[in-house]
């Protein structure tokens, strides 16, 4: 009887043992090999995901049969019976068992497929002596923090939150996400830029600087520096404050909390503010950065023969994410620079972000339909050529290309000459070594899409081609009150309005507006409209802030 115990015993522990845990990377492979060890090839294999069959080999003469939608990525290994699975997704979590020869082993795995770690961001918590950091990051994400010394390898510490003193021993701090496969860190943050607290602002808006300590009564004397320059003093109760240099007339400070506002911002006000209240320093001390709103991205494409990089616009100080788009479904974010896409992929939709500390702006969407069929401008009276994007080695042996379901024009065989149907006969070549289609005297009537044939095959070269008139040259309008003038300018309905402003002696600035408002006293002095379309642009003649306002003095009289 307790024999038969100890043999229960052993079996349970050594199942439990052999049931090992294997982590995949989503997107990425995994093998997954017998731990048995054998001497010659096995004649029949069997892999199962629980209940259902993943491969199978009946007989060594015979090929691999692959089920579900495991089929197509997925290898066995004949020799050794290693499973082979590629283009992971969360879908193939789950238990896996092999059977060799018939006979199931104690070969059982348990597949957990895991996303990267994701790069953290710190954020922080004051008081008046200690700042709380936190790390962004999901559930299933491990937090530990390195600290360092001047000079020294980082310690790590596996807590989710740290607190940090300013006088403590350790100068700098760094975040770390940890997932079995992969890990992150956030980019460093000194002591100093943990208790001089960051502040966006927005150029022309207003901010509100608070002092972090908390008053019982209204304070004796308060005094705000930016660097080394007063901002704003109070040196009693019952006298007024004093206001200093630029910030004289658009800053106000708060008697009863300390809190300082500053209006009109501009990248000027950038900088070191610290505030001393009843004559000391706390640990309230703020870094000001002004920026302006986040631009209204475009996307752009760079094809490869299976694939599409989506690439965004946007400045340097701008984050870039993606917004990714089933059927019916709530949007998914990925803050990656470029995103790659598959003409038959599982997201249909896509849209860029650009984000500012204050503000973000999202693209057009764009649809997989829109990426894989190429967007291209062609000139009235011109003409435009439609390359494959598919590298060819070798001069091809048909090449078919069509307008909508008609033949435009066709190849049937190297040592054929080529065929022109249509009205595209006449003012077409095809280049027999690329693929090539040029059409030559462009008119509206040849917009519609465009798709080849190469080898007999569709490839994912789609064309959707417009016709455009050059723009035209504009005019400037204006339309003026007491204080300023809207200028207004001429153009088509398909064509995009943006001005050029210009300071004495500086290169212009661009802006994407249908209508400027100027004032007499303005920072810009000569203006300029600009109308353009896909192929062309054309500006108007500049126009001086005199020119503006004379003509206003004139049309008074």
């Not at 691999?64 to 197509?72: A, I, L, M, P, V």
């Not at 500053?262 to 002004?290: A, F, M």
């Not at 649809?367 to 598919?390: D, H, M, V």
Request: net charge negative.
């Amino acid at each position: 009887m307790t024999g038969g115990g100890v043999v229960v015993l052993l079996t349970v522990l050594l199942v439990h043992h052999c049931s090992a845990q294997e982590y995949g990377k989503t997107g990425g492979s995994i093998t997954l090999t017998p731990r048995i060890k054998l001497s010659t090839p096995p004649n029949t294999i069997l892999w199962k995901w629980g209940t259902k069959k993943v491969a199978e080999k009946d007989s060594p003469d015979l090929p691999t049969d692959y089920y579900g939608w495991f089929q197509g990525r997925t290898t066995l290994d004949d020799n050794t019976g290693s499973l082979t699975i590629y283009r992971l997704s969360s879908g193939d979590d789950g238990d896996y068992s092999v059977e060799i020869n018939g006979q199931l082993k104690v070969d059982k795995y348990h597949l957990i497929v895991k996303d990267d770690a994701t790069i953290p961001e710190i954020s922080k918590d004051c008081s008046a002596t200690e700042c709380t950091l936190k790390c962004s990051g999901s559930a299933d994400e491990n937090v530990s923090w390195l600290k360092m010394k001047n000079g020294n390898n980082p310690e790590e510490e596996a807590v989710p939150t740290l607190k940090v003193v300013e006088n403590g021993e350790f100068t700098k701090f760094q975040c770390k996400l940890s997932k079995p496969l992969s890990y992150k860190t956030s980019k460093i943050m000194t002591l100093q830029e943990i208790f001089q607290a960051q502040e966006y602002g927005k150029t022309g808006g207003s901010i509100t600087l608070t002092p972090r300590i908390k008053l019982s009564t209204p304070p004796n004397t308060i005094l705000w520096k930016w660097g080394t320059k007063k901002v704003a003093e109070k040196d009693r109760p019952d006298l007024p404050t004093d206001y200093y240099g630029w910030f004289q007339g658009r800053t106000t400070l708060d008697d009863n909390t300390g809190s300082l506002t500053i209006y009109r911002l501009s990248s000027g006000d950038d900088g070191d503010y610290s505030v001393e209240i009843n004559g000391q320093l706390k640990v309230d001390k703020y870094q000001l950065i002004v920026k302006d709103d986040a631009t209204i991205p475009e996307i752009s494409k760079d094809y490869s023969a299976t694939e599409c990089t989506l690439k965004c616009s946007g400045s340097a100080d701008e984050n870039v994410s993606w917004l990714k788009m089933k059927n019916g479904n709530n949007p998914e974010e990925e803050a990656v620079p470029t995103l790659k896409v598959v003409e038959n992929g599982e997201f249909t939709k896509f849209q860029c972000k650009l984000s500012k500390p204050l503000s973000y702006k999202t693209s057009k969407i764009m649809t997989l339909q829109e990426i894989f069929q190429a967007q291209e401008y062609g000139k009235t009276g011109g003409s435009i050529t439609l390359t494959p994007r598919i590298k060819l080695s070798t001069p091809p042996n048909t090449i078919l290309w069509k307008w909508g379901t008609k033949k435009v024009a066709e190849k049937d065989s190297p040592d054929l000459p080529t065929d022109y149907y249509g009205w595209f006969q006449g003012r077409t070549t095809l280049d027999d070594n690329t693929g090539s289609l040029t059409i030559y005297r462009l008119s509206s009537g040849d917009d519609g899409d465009y798709s080849v044939e190469i080898n007999g095959q569709l490839k994912v070269d789609k064309y959707h081609l417009i016709v455009k008139d050059d723009a035209t040259i504009p005019e400037i309008s204006n339309d003026c009150s007491a204080t300023e003038c809207t200028l207004k300018c001429s153009g088509s309905a398909d064509e995009n309005v943006s001005w050029l402003k210009m300071k004495n002696g500086n290169n212009p600035e661009e802006e994407a507006v249908p209508t400027l408002k100027v004032v007499e006293n303005g920072e810009f002095t000569k203006f300029q409209c600009k109308l353009s379309k896909p192929l062309s642009y054309k500006t108007s003649e500049i126009m001086t802030l005199q020119e503006i306002f004379q003509h206003e003095v004139e049309k008074a009289f």
